[in-house]
């Protein structure tokens, strides 16, 4: 109560303006030893009142802040809910009182209620109409009734087929009825071997195909882009976009640049559902032929058919790259299983099922699921939720590494175990490790000892994952198994509860967790409850890939879903800039930028690297000429230009006829180890990851160029220069002109990981060579619409 | 003859969420400061904390009386610079011990098994104490 008390006292004190009661300038009585009879003292008088003045002015702003913050805007930023904050059920409890006063509820008022929607206790009022379950329940029953109103008029029978009703008699109406309804109860469908509604959506050698569903509520929203197994958690949570067929989580509603990058290197852990990711699973004796195509032969070796080693790397179809992908042999050179990006699902499908008479293609992209869990606490979080059927080899070798900070597992390590439904337990247990070698521990996974055959087996068939559905229970049944004198324990497993395969792998994006799609959620909901736990989308694993000074998938754009996905941002960005009014957004015709300003013009890059070398030695400024065929010749560096622009013109002729413009993409990826081919039309580039020597933000889409040979001292000795207190100073050098473009920026910002501004991109291979040959590790780094060029130091990326 | 190429792996910590506040580990690569700056931080998370009216907050963290600092390798010498800055600049009580951690590295082969060899590395590890030092009396 005294709290209280206080607390009143001080919005009462807040509203109050002090003045000095008693005044000193006229307080001064008769001097008893002199006998000067009091008069005003100036000085006091005037400081008086200079109080006053402060006091009013200061009483002003705190009776403005007293009443400015609600409570629940003192809660961490995590718990914050700006939506409803009329509803004190969003605020802790501990704050609810505070929250109801600051609404005005507990002020005991004629009416009770002063904010809208809320009842005397705080509870949202009773809505007006049905919401939710029960609205779209009457909406649904509202459109049934419709639809059969609407057959009785038409006299369709149930599937559709359209008769006469008057000509049709009764007998035979009957007749026909009784025969749909036989054919339909004849209908032999697998039987669902749980309640929770979980079946296998496996495509054997064709196109996996969601075709029945438990919940076909939400089936009309799935026709084009699916959901993934947390879907309804995420969407809660995080902005949703719809990409290469599914529905994604794109970033998280609350901004976390900073958060994502400290949890993944300091403290803490990031989850993301990535069961978008491809997995299928390759049968037969044709496969070494088969995923030798694939992998360039890479995935042949001895390490990785027979001893079950997992490979990373780029797989490529027709000499093409296609994505980042990872290949698993489960069986000595007879079954693997292949985990792609969804953009290239269609190009690596159609390579694979025409192959099908050498092998069996099964796709499960709608049948294993997968969580990555990246960040030092990865290993530790998702430890204290999979919780082992038994105790194996593999599941003590988990055990005995679960404490580890995640660093420490090397890449392509696997643990491959039956798992307990997490849900039994009540909340993420943090594992007990006992105290072991370590290195010995990880020398044996690393040899395959944390990978059971039995459990690999279940996991990539059919048969296994329908297996482990068996008695799957809801979350009803296990709530009344959950007797109150199991507080805090684990329910105990059942002989009817299944166990579920899975397989936890270490890749370069961290720790990903494969299990059947029915089990995604039940594992993922539990891992959102381990403490520092953050989630991420699409846009945060590109950014700890960026971090790391590696390439992330829009970063490909020698892929042709890379190049695709360019070009998407660079229209999205162009269709903004169009829509801003003419003199509130940067005019690029005077800027005379290299290339589109909106992203990375590859086309641009291409044309001038390749025009440049048919400039002549002695340049000629006599006239334009063309050839028969109306090709301009090239005579000096200004043709150059005019002939980038002839032929982009011509591509948009193409483009407008509906004709694709590449049948091969502009650029193409190599390394640095030899000279590149430069008889090829495609431009070799390589990519490279950059730092700033000196100053400079760098942002995406920056264009760099190579610093020409006269002023490359002075851009050296600029780039140098330090005060006195050794701060860096500004380079007063002119940016190089435009023929000493060499590539893009992909991506660039300010990376909290290094401290200062890096980016990736791609630059031309032949430079790149000559640089390199030169041992000049320095490039020019400048931004769209900018004039300030900084100096950057490169080195290479291995893709 | 068999191309390998070595991999060398981070030593095998065990994960503690504490030990954000109250482990420091410097590579060859941190800048000296940057890490002096750190330790400060950390430090000063465990110092006394008062509220605006001047009452303490009770500090959870009693436990704890020291910062640790660690530094392998190559980190050596940055670690000893840093305990003599704590020491003899900012007047930090500092203890000294130094360590032997076990790394694994890994010989990869493209096609052949990896090769693992266990590594023993030398390491240094300060306790800097969160209190400053009495100031000695000149005599």
Known sequence: MADFNQRRAKLYNSRLIRAEVADPAFTAAQDPVTGVSAKLDVEKFVQSREFEIKEFELSKLRSRYSSATRVFQSLPRSLRRRTASHNVRRVPKRLRTRALREMGLLMKEPDGNETKGVDKQGRPSKAKHSRGRELYRLRRQEKLLRYAARLKLSGHLVDG????????????????????????????????????????????????????????????????????????????????????????????????????????RTKGCIGFDTSFYTTIVLKGDGLGEIVGTLTDGKALGKKYAQNGRIWEGFIQVDDELLCHSMVWWIKNGKECMLRIHPSVYDHVMDYLLSKKDSIEVQDCRYSIGSVTVTGPQALCSLASIIHPSSQTVASQLFGQLSTLNSSAIPLGSAFSFFADDPRLWPRPTKPHAKPSDALESIIQVQSGAGVEVSTMEALFSVEGRVASYAGQPSLKQLGRRRTPDLVGRPIPKADSDPSVPIALVKMQCGFVLLAPWHWVLPFWHQLAHTPHFAIGGLKQLAQLRFEKGELSFADCAFTRAGFVEGLAKAEELEARWAKRPKSKRVNYDKLDEPGSPFGCDWRYLQLLRQKLKQVPPVEDYTGTEFTITQERVIKNKQDVFEAIEDQKEKDRLITALGKPVFTQLPIKLVGLSEQPDTASSQLSVVAVKFSMVNRGHPADNARIYTIPEESYLRWLEEAGKRTILGKTVPVGLECPGKEYLIGYATSATFNLAAGKGTGVGLIDAEVAYDLHAKNRRTFVVRNVASTACYLAEWTLVAV | MQHYKLVKHAPPLKYSYNDSRTVVHIKSSTPFMSAAKRILKNIDYFDHKYTKKGKPIPNQNKLVSYIVVRGMGKAISKVTNLALYFDHELGYKVEVFTKTVEVLDELQSANDDDVYQRRKVSCLELHIDLQKKEPQSES
Not at chain 1, 169 to 177: G, I
């Open chain 1, 161 to 264: 087929e359209r008769v006469n009703v008057r000509n049709v008699k009764m007998r035979t109406k009957l007749k026909e009825l009784r025969k749909r309804i036989q054919e339909l109860s004849q209908r032999v469908e697998p039987p669902l071997n749980n309640v929770c509604g979980s079946v296998d959506w496996t495509g054997i050698n064709e196109r996996a195909t969601i075709d029945k569903v438990s919940t076909i509520r939400y089936i009309t929203r799935q026709r084009e882009f699916k959901w993934l197994p947390t879907h309804v958690w995420h969407a809660k949570r995080a902005h949703m976009v719809k990409r290469w067929g599914w529905n994604i989580a794109y970033e998280p509603t609350m901004k976390c640049f900073r958060q994502t990058s400290r949890q993944s």
